[in-house]
């Protein structure tokens, strides 16, 4: 600023400050470097000194900036905003908290851009928003075939806030149909096959089971009595052992059992053993009963005749005659052998 001429007992007003300090405000003007402040900025002064030609200097006083820093946690829990000087250091405040995600320092810009605010070393250049940076945890999933027979499944690698869909099920169990997954062995089923998946956790590289959920499979078992009266089918789960249902009847016939093909052909059902494996047909066996015709001479004199053994549904031709009366000649319709059931 260029000197200013003044004249005793006139009043002169000062001109206004044009001297600039980074950071600071003017205060005014001090008859010192060291003292406070005397005169206001373009204040009106008079009678400064009683000599001639005197030069009085007058220093500019300066206050430092106050500058609000403002942090925004961009997910996180609130951290509280700092009033701080120009060219302060800051402390670093408590890293905040966002759950799923690992906190990575603050940042002159939104999402990790602009530069990172070190707090040993950078100074406050003004009233500024430093903004938290966020990095999403990876974590993964394996799979549990939680009593399969065959197949395998590749762990999957997940990240928090992305969505993931769970692969086909490949695991295989003998009798059972993958109904899904769960979160532990004895949960129910909690995620369909191939379903969408998001945020199953929320610490670092955790790895997450899920245990595959199986159904029994239901089978029917059919009853086939082959001319006995009816017996009603029944459902049966995979590895069941039946309950022997009430033997069919057939006129003229022994129950036989229940075989796995017809005419008694196939295996014999063990119902104390043998389990159900898919849906069946069963058979019933039938063995046609024995019995004999005997014959009485009923009154005869001479001759005899065996017994003739027969089988149920079988034709059998009675014998010859083979007895004698006197002085009688034998009926005409037993002479001969005759067919008979």
């Known amino acids: ?21 980074t950071g600071h405000s003017f205060a005014g003007w001090a008859t010192a470097a060291g003292n406070t402040v005397k005169y206001a900025n373009k204040t009106s002064v008079k009678n400064l000194t009683t000599k001639h030609s005197t030069v009085i200097a007058l220093y ?25 000087n120009y060219g302060d250091i800051l402390t670093e405040p408590a890293a905040p908290a966002r759950t799923g995600y690992i906190f990575d320092g603050w940042y002159t810009k939104k999402n990790g851009k602009g530069a990172k605010w070190d707090f040993a070393a950078h100074t406050v250049p003004a009233s500024i ?5 966020w990095t999403p945890i990876p974590y993964s999933i394996m799979f ?11 762990k999957v690698f997940c990240t928090y806030d992305k969505t993931q869909y769970l692969p086909a099920n490949t695991f ?15 949960n129910t089923v909690q995620y369909a ?28 078992v059919s009853y086939d009595s082959q001319g006995g009266n009816a017996v009603p ?9 039946l309950t022997e249902p009430a033997a069919p009847v057939k006129t003229g016939y022994i129950f036989d ?3 796995t093909k017809k005419n008694g052909k196939g295996t014999k059902w063990d119902f104390a053993n043998h389990t159900v494996l898919a849906s069946i047909p069963l058979y019933a066996k039938w063995t046609p009963i024995p019995y004999t015709i005997v014959f009485n001479g009923n009154g005869h004199d001479s001759g005899s005749m065996a017994n003739l053994p027969c089988t149920y549904d079988k034709a059998q031709y009675l014998p010859a005659q083979g007895l004698r009366m006197k002085n009688k000649k034998p009926k005409r319709k037993y002479e001969k052998a005759r067919r008979i059931l």
């Open 233 to 241: 089918s029944e459902t049966a789960h995979y590895g069941d052992i």
């Open 60 to 84: 500019a006083k300066w206050t430092t900036k106050k500058c609000i820093v403002t942090y925004d946690s961009q997910g996180g829990n609130s951290v509280p905003p700092k009033t701080a």
């Open 172 to 186: 295989v169990k003998t009798g059972y149909l993958f109904a899904g997954w769960a979160t532990a062995a004895a």
């Open 257 to 259: 059992g229940w075989h």
């Open 193 to 220: 096959d191939k379903a969408s998946v998001k945020n199953l956790s929320t610490n670092q590289n955790t790895v997450i089971t899920l245990y595959a959920k199986w159904t029994v499979k239901q089978f029917t």
């Open 1 to 21: 600023m260029a000197h200013f001429p003044c004249t005793y007992d006139k009043a002169q007003h000062l001109p206004a400050n044009t001297f600039v300090k």
């Open 129 to 133: 928003t430093l903004y938290a940076k």
């Open 144 to 154: 549990n075939g939680n009593g399969h027979d065959s197949g395998s499944m590749a």
